[in-house]
Structures are given as C-alpha cells and as structure tokens.
C-alpha cells in the first residue's frame, strides 16, 4: 500500500498570502495519478486537481499542482477567505489511498 | 445535474447492524464504479468499499472486511451499505462517492454524496 504523508499538518496564513503544501508517497506514484480535494467543516470533499496538475472543472487558476514520481505540491497563489480548508492528497495508480490532511488556517 | 444523497446513517449500539443508501441521479449509474468512503470525527478520509459498475466485482477495506457488504440495485439507481458487527471505531461520516471516467475501477471521485452520520455507542 502506498502510504502518503502531508505536510505541514497546519499552515497559518493570512488572506492574499501564497499556500504551498505537500505529499510525499512512500513509493513512486504510477503516472502521476494523484488528485487533490478540498473539504470545509461540515462539507463533503470537492475535487481539485487530478492528474498531478489538471484542475477540475469550475476551479480557480489560483489552485495549481505539480510534482511527480514521489513528491507532489498543491500551491494556492493568493489565498481568498474562502480557500481556508483542509486539503487532502489522493493516490489511484496502485490501489487507493488518501494521505492525512492538511489544514489552512487564518493568521 | 449529477446527485448523490446518502440516508440511513443514526446512532447503534455495538454489536448491531444499519444499512446505508446512496440514491444517485443526472448520470448513467450502471455505467459508474461506485465508493463508500468514511471519516471518523476529526479525522482524515479512509475508502472503505468499491463495487464495479455491473456488481461484479467488490473490495472491502481490511477494517471492515466480514462485517461489511457493498451491493448496489441499478434498476432503482441505489447503492448499499450493510454494517454488521458495529464497533464504535466505525463511528464517522460515511459517503457514497463516483469514479470519474464510466467501468474504472479505480480513479479519482469527482461527486460525493453529502454525508451520512453513523454513531456507534452504548
């Protein structure tokens, strides 16, 4: 099982700031098939970015994701009031896993 | 438009047994793998159990494997969860969740359900 790991567990930021978040796979990630969601109190999660860098429908160019193989990061360019959320990392190229969170708080 | 709506969550005792649904609409659900996926109180996301499009095929995570069955009804566009033998470790949000591309068994969720709440208490 492929075990993925995020970091920081909690990031504290202020609105208009830039959020870079990780996920580190225990082991090669086949075909960059790693997508992202983010989750609000209460909400069900909402897809991001699959692919490693492909956003989903409807979401804003501020979200981006990158990386490959073992190391990927989800960057929020300005954070909006809105975008403070945790966020989760999702794997799909060797069964499926999703890693621990992380939480984007306001300063 | 796509819709996924959970039912059948409550409070059980240990020991005893629920039923979840997912009632799905706006999309060909025979087509679809579908997911239960769960999230205890505070904490992160965790599958819990897949079954193929056509039934077929079914996996369950090994922290529910024997108490757990997936099934789904794609005349009435239903997906099933039974619980058996509830621990108060199954405590969480319990959400139906579709794959994104029609037959694939594994992949990314693009629609979930907005969550049903089991509690498993004395």
């Known amino acids: 099982e492929i075990v993925l790991t995020q970091s920081p567990g909690t990031l504290s930021l202020s609105p208009g700031e830039r959020a870079t978040l990780s996920c580190r796979a225990s082991?090669?990630?086949?075909?960059?098939?790693l997508a992202w969601y983010q989750q609000k109190p209460g909400q069900a999660p909402r897809l991001l970015i699959y692919g490693a860098f492909s956003r989903a429908t409807g979401i804003p160019d501020r979200f981006s994701g990158s990386g490959s193989g073992t190391d990927f990061t989800l960057t929020i360019r300005r954070l909006e009031p809105e975008d403070f959320a945790v966020y989760y990392c999702?794997?799909?190229?060797?069964?499926?896993?999703f890693g621990g969170g992380s939480k984007v708080e306001i300063k | 438009q796509v819709q996924l709506v959970e039912s059948g969550g409550g409070v059980v005792q240990p020991g005893r047994s629920l039923r979840l649904s997912c009632a799905a609409s706006g999309f060909p659900f025979t087509s679809y793998t579908m997911y239960w996926v769960r999230q205890a109180p505070g904490k992160g996301l965790e599958w819990v159990s897949l079954?193929?499009?056509?039934?077929?095929?079914?996996y369950y995570a090994d922290s529910v494997k024997g108490r757990f069955t997936i099934s789904r009804d794609n005349s009435q566009n239903t997906l099933y969860l039974q619980m058996n033998s509830l621990r108060p470790e199954d405590t969480a949000v319990y959400y139906c969740?579709?794959?994104?591309?029609?037959?694939?068994?594994?992949?990314?969720?693009?629609?979930w359900g907005q969550g049903t709440l089991v509690t498993v208490s004395s």
């Open positions: 082991q090669s990630v086949s075909s960059s098939y």
């Open positions: 999702q794997q799909y190229g060797n069964s499926l896993t």
């Open positions: 969740a579709r794959v994104r591309y029609p037959v694939v068994v594994i992949h990314y969720f693009d629609y």
């Open positions: 079954i193929s499009y056509d039934g077929s095929n079914k």
